[in-house]
């Protein structure tokens, strides 16, 4: 897998237009570039520059690196990149609002954390305390969940929206006194002894976090490319869950990091592709709490969400 990164194309999203980040054939007819979105020198989001590895002949892709799963999710709708590795949330937001954007696959699972600073041990310790939180978020969502299983009013605590790279270092600074946050956040505040204050599964939503996706209006001009793409994801994704100590060292050198510190957080996910029954009910239990708490006014159906035909069987 050596070299797989440099020679992968990465772009900026402003480097590209329009047409240019549209699938399409090169001059000669005979290769097709497809546009990824994803995030930067992250596990989880790290697929799409392995995919040219596992793409079918005549296929490549492009990956446009962008800052945020809600910026992802945009880039997709507009159709400046032709698929995306970004957050269920933001995806169950714009179908909310009948935007098009459909999830096609599973990327990866998990990567929450909820935790708590010197002297808080538990959900019930944070009464008072200041905690930070993703805004929009899978995680944000679990976060409301667990306080009202729990019994605690959100305005009993003083909840702060902080970027996740600033969460571990927002704790141990003392800014904030606790989080519900993601990794790598999670993995380096337990390795300087904060705790974890409860399973953060533990709600409907289950473990659900990203997912591949893509348009309608794409899956219907061109459902054989949707298929090419998705199959190169699942190839992807089984290759890295077995294969950790190939392409992780490859990834910090690319991008650099604590391989240490990757290597805990990537415990703490679970690479996929299918789009399983139990996956279909937790994305809808999602959607179902987004409406309970407000962040939309009407819930979508997995079957407005996602489409099954092309992800392979669980």
């Keep these: 897998m050596a070299g797989t990164v440099a020679a992968t194309t990465v772009l900026a999203l402003a480097a590209c237009s329009s047409d240019s980040a549209e699938a399409s054939g090169s001059d000669d007819g005979g290769t097709q570039t497809v546009t990824i979105g994803t995030l930067r020198g992250q596990p989880h989001f790290y697929a799409p520059f392995l995919y040219d590895e596992y793409a079918p002949e005549g296929v490549e892709f492009e990956v446009v690196v962008l800052d945020t799963a809600p910026s992802l999710t945009d880039a997709v709708i507009s159709g400046a990149v032709d698929f995306a590795i970004t ?70 605590l003083e909840l702060i929206a902080v970027p996740p790279p600033e969460m571990a270092s927002a704790l141990g600074s003392g800014s904030i006194d ?92 679970w690479l996929r592709a299918d789009l399983s029954e139990e996956y279909q009910t937790q994305v809808e239990a999602l959607a179902d709490a987004m409406v309970t708490l407000g962040v939309i006014d009407t819930a979508p159906t997995a079957a407005d969400l996602v489409d099954t035909s092309f992800a392979p069987s669980a």
Excluded: C
Aim: glycine share 12%; proline share 4%; net charge negative.
């Design 87 to 156: 957050g269920v949330v933001a995806t169950v937001a714009s179908v909310a609002q009948d935007r098009d954007i459909t999830l096609v696959a599973s990327a990866a699972d998990g990567g929450f954390g909820f935790i708590g600073g010197e002297g808080i041990e538990t959900v019930a310790d944070l009464t008072g305390k200041t905690v930070g939180y993703i805004q929009g978020s899978a995680p944000e969502i679990a976060m409301r969940l667990i306080l009202e299983e729990n019994g605690i009013d959100p305005s009993s």
């Design 178 to 269: 606790a989080f519900f946050g993601t990794e790598i956040a999670v993995s380096l505040a337990t390795a300087a002894g904060a705790n974890e204050l409860t399973d953060p599964y533990a709600t409907p939503i289950g473990r659900v976090n990203l997912g591949l996706t893509t348009t309608g209006a794409l899956i219907a001009e061109d459902p054989e490319l949707v298929q090419q793409v998705v199959d190169t994801h699942a190839e992807t994704t089984e290759y890295m869950a077995d294969n950790v100590d190939e392409w992780l060292p490859e990834m910090v050198a690319e991008f650099g990091g604590d391989q240490g510190v990757f290597e805990s957080a990537l415990d703490n996910f």
